[in-house]
């Protein structure tokens, strides 16, 4: 186990216990015993210096009285330390150690007999005693008994702090208990919440699973009809030769297939699992190049107004998914508007401050038309919600909306009243990018003969034939290994290539991207360019810098992929 | 028997002294005279030249006759003043160069016999006031004393306790 994650469940474990707290208070009483016990003993040394001092200035002054007897002086020096409460008995010997003079308060008297000795305690009285002395010749002696503080004023001196201490010990202990089931009630929180989390995800994850079922049931209906008419149309193909007829037949299967592709693009938006490829995007611009589109999409009675504020900031958004979103709104308003009406797309500037923290962009589609009833508000975001009848709404047009929203850092909001209409609200976060210049659009795609050589790792024939003919159609020649094992081979055995080109999901050990890099590794600077459908490995694809190619693609895009990725 | 020999060295004193000083004195009294004789040394500072060594013996003489008896050498016997063992001698004569730390001259006219040492390091020990010398007995309601002239003292270079000068009767200073 990693020591730093040991070590903070531990202190975890010792901060749920209160132990912490009663050894901290152990330690505060062991401490203070021991400080106590150093004080003592400090106070009774002080006591003894004390004593010391004033029973040699008594043996100093006594020096001249004893040597030479004089009563009186004795007398006075030891008179004059009967004054103080402090001395219970003092007396001065002569040489020979006899009572010369002294007195004895209450208790025992004055020993006759002085033996000079280092300090002791007799009971409550320190007694000390001193040699008399005078250039090294002995005069006599002192004896000075002074009173040591009574146990009970010591003990009444100690209880205060006693008290005190305890109290802090109590509220030491009182503090780690109450922390202790704080932190165990907040780990059992936390411990909830990530269970909430957990649960709260499944029951996400349900929904979805949920969705997509009722998804593959609807969008099934819909797909099988466009591959009636791609199927039934081949075989029409096959059997007629009137290029006319031939000509609509091809128009027919187009449509279908591009309507496939539509519909599966916005199931992968409202998955947010397509790879939204952000641009930045004048929005007046982009909303009239729709024109066409919408009148062809809305009725004739349904007329629309276009009304935008001048200087409109730039926004960052997939053009594409931009224009499926305003195409989806518009579609709702003609549904709303039975009898006809109009339709008024406006947008302008939306500086920070008020409702916003950034600078937005807001672009208003509103409607005359019935209305959303105020109780369905909340669920018109909602997949496959829808008022239509059915077979004439998916219930993903607002989904879409709403995914290609969240997934471009903007906000939507419907306003409705019922009878008078309706208005959705698109808030896009203003880009600090510069427009980018228009690409020279006959560039993109040239039928030139590259003479550059591609190997293709694909492991569906179907796809690599596809891929194939599209190359040929480029001019490029072409080699396929179906695996990435074959194609790494394919490099080493019959190479020179000039492009590695290679599908990222693919059956054996090694998937695409481990391909491209083991390619990369073989030979640096062989371009390499990935293609996939799939949101998530278009992310590390990208995140890895290779260029990607997003299925499914048309024959411009990949032309434009592969001479940006030749160029490099 | 005591009694007896200290009289008779008191006969002897006196007549050594040509007078009778010493009449009426108790023996009580020499012996106090005797200890405060060597209790004097402690309290006395001597210049350095005053010792040979600092472990030189610091001698008590006792000049002509003696009144202490054997009683001051008893008492003197293992005592140490500075390192000094005290010890009593007897001179027949005051001269200089005595080598004594301490003179003791009894009789009344002793001032003329401590000429001879006025100018050596000597602690001049007289028995009644007015005999001259450094520090002279006196009685005091019957009690030993002892007044002090600390101008003399201070001519030879010895210089006396404050705790001594304190428990004289007198100071002349």
């Not at chain 1, 146990?151 to 010990?169: D, F, Q």
């Not at chain 1, 929180?189 to 979805?208: C, D, H, P, S, V």
């Not at chain 1, 969705?211 to 819909?222: F, S």
């Amino acid at each position: 186990m990693n020591p730093r994650r040991a070590l903070g469940r531990l202190m975890m474990a010792i901060a749920e216990t209160p132990a912490i707290g009663v050894a901290i208070a152990c330690m505060l009483l062991v401490a203070s015993l021991g400080l106590a016990y150093h004080n003592e003993g400090q106070a009774r040394a002080d006591k003894i210096r004390d004593v010391t001092v004033q029973s040699r200035i008594l043996a100093a002054s006594l020096a001249g009285p004893l040597a030479f007897n004089d009563q009186t002086a004795i007398h006075e020096y030891i008179d004059a330390l009967r004054a103080s409460p402090e001395f219970n008995a003092v007396g001065a010997y002569d040489e020979n150690g006899r009572l010369v003079d002294g007195f004895s308060r209450a208790g025992e008297p004055l020993p006759q007999h002085n033996q000079v000795d280092r300090p002791i305690v007799q009971g409550d009285e320190l007694i000390v005693t001193g040699t008399v002395a005078q250039n090294g010749a002995t005069l006599g002696s002192v004896y000075v008994g002074a009173a040591t503080e009574r146990w009970s004023r010591r003990a009444t001196r100690y209880l205060g702090i006693a008290i005190v201490i305890v109290m802090a010990c109590l509220l030491v202990a009182a503090l780690t208990a109450s922390y202790a089931s704080v932190s165990a009630a907040n780990r059992r929180l936390q411990a909830e919440i990530a269970g909430r989390e957990e649960a709260e995800e499944a029951l996400r994850q349900a929904q979805k699973m949920e969705a997509m079922g009722q998804l593959t049931g609807g969008v099934a209906h819909d797909f099988n009809n466009l591959l009636m008419v791609a199927s039934s149309g081949m075989e029409l193909l096959d059997r007629t030769t009137d290029p006319v007829r031939r000509e609509r037949l091809k128009d027919g299967i187009r449509q279908a297939i591009e309507r496939g592709a539509k519909l599966t693009q916005q199931l992968l938006t409202f998955a947010r699992r397509s790879p939204l490829s952000p641009e930045v995007v004048e929005v007046d611009q982009r909303i009239r190049a729709l024109q066409d589109l919408l009148e062809r999409s809305l009725r004739e009675d349904v007329k629309v107004e276009f009304e935008f504020a001048n200087g409109l900031w730039p926004i960052e958004v997939d053009p594409s998914q931009f224009d499926v979103a305003i195409l989806n709104i518009a579609i709702n308003a003609r549904d709303a508007m039975p009898e006809g009406g109009r339709i008024k797309i406006a947008a302008h500037n939306y500086p920070a401050g008020g409702d916003t923290a950034r600078d937005m962009v807001r672009v208003s589609i509103r409607d005359s038309g019935g209305g959303i009833a105020p109780e369905l508000m909340e669920k018109v975001f909602e997949p496959f919600f829808t008022t239509k009848s059915v077979g004439s709404g998916t219930g993903l047009g607002l989904s879409q909306v709403y995914g290609f929203m969240r997934s471009s850092g903007g906000l939507v909001k419907i306003e409705s009243v019922v009878r008078r209409g309706t208005t959705v609200f698109l808030m896009f976060t203003r880009s600090s990018q510069t427009l980018p210049r228009p690409n020279l659009m006959t560039d993109r795609l040239r039928h030139a003969e590259h003479d550059a050589t591609v190997l293709v790792a694909e492991d569906d024939e179907h796809v690599a034939e596809l891929v194939a003919e599209m190359l040929r159609e480029l001019g490029y020649k072409s080699k396929r290994g179906a695996t990435a094992a074959e194609t790494l081979r394919l490099l080493e055995e019959t190479g020179p290539f000039d492009l590695v080109l290679s599908d990222m999901i693919m059956p054996g050990k090694i998937n695409g991207l481990e391909l491209a890099q083991e390619v990369v590794r073989r030979e640096p600077g062989m371009p390499v360019v990935l293609m996939t459908g799939y949101s998530e490995a278009a992310a590390s694809a990208a995140a890895e810098g290779f260029p990607l190619l997003v299925k499914p693609y048309t024959i411009e895009a990949m032309g434009e992929v592969l001479g940006h990725a030749l160029q490099q | 028997m005591a009694h007896i020999r200290l009289s008779a060295a008191l006969l002897a004193l006196l007549a050594a002294a040509g007078g009778g000083p010493a009449r009426g004195a108790q023996p009580i009294e020499y012996a106090v005279k005797a200890s405060y004789l060597y209790k004097f040394a402690p309290f006395v500072q001597w210049p350095s030249t005053a010792f040979e060594t600092p472990t030189a013996p610091l001698s008590i003489c006792i000049a002509g006759s003696d009144p202490f008896g054997p009683a001051l050498a008893e008492a003197v016997r293992g005592q140490r003043v500075n390192g000094h063992p005290i010890m009593v001698r007897h001179v027949e004569a005051v001269r200089p160069g005595l080598a004594c730390q301490i003179l003791f001259v009894g009789g009344e006219d002793a001032g003329q016999t401590l000429q001879a040492v006025a100018h050596e390091p000597v602690l001049t020990v007289t028995d009644h006031s007015g005999a001259g010398g450094m520090i002279q007995f006196v009685m005091v309601a019957g009690r030993v004393r002892f007044s002090i002239n600390q101008a003399a003292a201070q001519n030879s270079g010895i210089a006396i306790s404050s705790k001594l000068l304190g428990l004289a009767v007198s100071v002349n200073r």
